[in-house]
């Protein structure tokens, strides 16, 4: 009874509307089949739009999922843009500046090593360089930068008794698939000596590593120091130089604190605090300029730990 009712009040609608096809009108078993075959198409039709609505909210979401994936991605700072991490070079000093997703190097051709490497390490990529998931050291070798002429391939150190020393240190850079690739070219390598590289060199990049996290943003800038006449080593022994010593300038603007550190290349046992001189000592030693917005002449161990 109720089912007959609703499919003549869908008639009357049908007709007041004009959408009856005059054949039907007076033929009641016609009229019946008719209004049956209106009532599923409309029915499939509500199904089919419903399953449009939901594909499209499917999209949606697929849509902020990824964009989400992207933002966590693109938390590592563009170093190429960032002021303060240029880096003056002393007149007369083979100079080629790189700049990789996350870090700038200055790289000496003549040398072929990095003059000095700068990146900006900020709280949030410290969290995705120590996530779970962090890109694991062990899939990544050294490598030459194709795109760097004076470049040295990675088997050029072997049997020169140092290290690869990276600049810029993978522990900081392992949060992404790029920045750890990049972080293992050569232009970011200095022959380092291998217990200084393993022992208290490690122990100030992990210093680092956790100051960044608490003070939310820090500029690091890394780099040799040259002797007058450096020892070499590579492809017949003569064209790769040996750092005398490095050192490591670290600037936290949002605290307006600075200190530096500088370790001869060799093994050098005690407190980090033995080896913390100011920013203009570096500048001395090295020729090199950083940004008037670093304070020059800070050395208080204490305000860092």
Known sequence: MKQSLKIWILFAAMVLGGAIPPQVIGDSGITTQWCAQAK??????????????NKAKANKS??????SQSTL???TPQQGSNTLLAVGIPKGVSNEVINYKAIRVNFN?????????AYELTA????????PDHEKRKSYNYAKDPN????????EYRGSGYSRGHMAPAMDMRGDKTTMAQCFYM??????????????????EEKVHRWAKRDKRLMVYTGPIMGKNP??????QANIAVPEAFFKVLYAPGQGRSIAFIYENRPCPGNISKYAVTVAEVERRTGLTFSSAIPKKQCNIADWQ
């Not at 051709?109 to 490497?117: A, D, F, G, M, Q």
């Not at 760097?148 to 088997?155: A, G």
């Open 109 to 117: 051709p003549s040398l072929r090593i990095p003059n000095c490497v």
């Open 187 to 204: 232009t970011n390598m200095c022959p380092q000596d291998t217990k200084l590289n393993n022992d208290h060199w490690r122990v100030l």
């Open 231 to 236: 020892m070499m080593i590579g492809k017949n």
């Open 40 to 53: 599923s198409k409309k029915k499939a039709k509500k199904k089919k739009n419903k399953n449009k609505a």
């Open 148 to 155: 760097v002429k004076s470049c040295p391939e990675q088997w």
């Open 124 to 131: 949030t990529m410290v969290d995705m360089a120590d996530a």
């Open 73 to 75: 991605t693109s938390k």
């Open 62 to 67: 697929s849509f902020y999922s990824a964009a």
